[in-house]
């Protein structure tokens, strides 16, 4: 049965696994993915401190998102699914939640994106818009887009 919970800390090394292996997927050099493993890892700390839920089916994880709430402004730290998840509608149905019920109940009205060119048009497809490209964290000189979605109170 298809479920949307909150993750546990004890969750961390599961999403870490799932946000390389998703990563991954598009293909990156080995270089690249270290540093993505060690700049990305999802942490004990952060999930007990921010908004981070699991879409899961018979105790199988199939993503995750990790939201990170401030008194500036809000960002979608963590949004990844399992590779062979891709396409199957997992990643609206988080998305749906993440900005129905979370984004709703905590009063977010905008969430800024900062992610890959390949998952950009996931994005501008449920309503996101480009706020031009900033530079990534892996990779000196690699421009990569930056998004805004208004949520709808």
């Known amino acids: 049965m298809l479920n949307i919970r909150r993750a546990t800390a004890c969750d961390w090394q599961l999403l870490s696994d799932i946000a390389y292996k998703s990563e991954a ?5 080995s ?7 060690s700049m990305y890892q999802v942490t004990e700390e952060f999930i007990s401190h921010n908004e981070t839920y699991v879409i899961e089916d018979h105790c199988s994880v199939f993503g995750f998102y990790g939201l990170l709430v401030n008194d500036k402004d809000s960002s979608l730290e963590y949004f990844f699914i399992e590779p062979q998840s891709i ?3 997992y990643g ?3 998305w749906n939640h993440l900005v129905n019920i979370t ?3 905590l009063g977010v009205h905008e969430l800024v994106i900062v992610t890959s060119p390949q998952a950009k048009d996931f994005y501008i497809k449920l309503g996101a818009n480009s706020l031009g490209e900033v530079e990534s964290l892996l990779k000196k000189g690699r421009m990569i887009p930056q998004l805004s979605y208004k949520v709808h109170n």
């Open 87 to 89: 396409g199957k509608g």
């Open 92 to 94: 609206k149905l988080l």
């Open 25 to 29: 997927y598009w293909g990156y050099n």
């Open 103 to 105: 984004c709703k109940s």
């Open 31 to 37: 270089d690249y993915m270290e540093k993505f493993k």
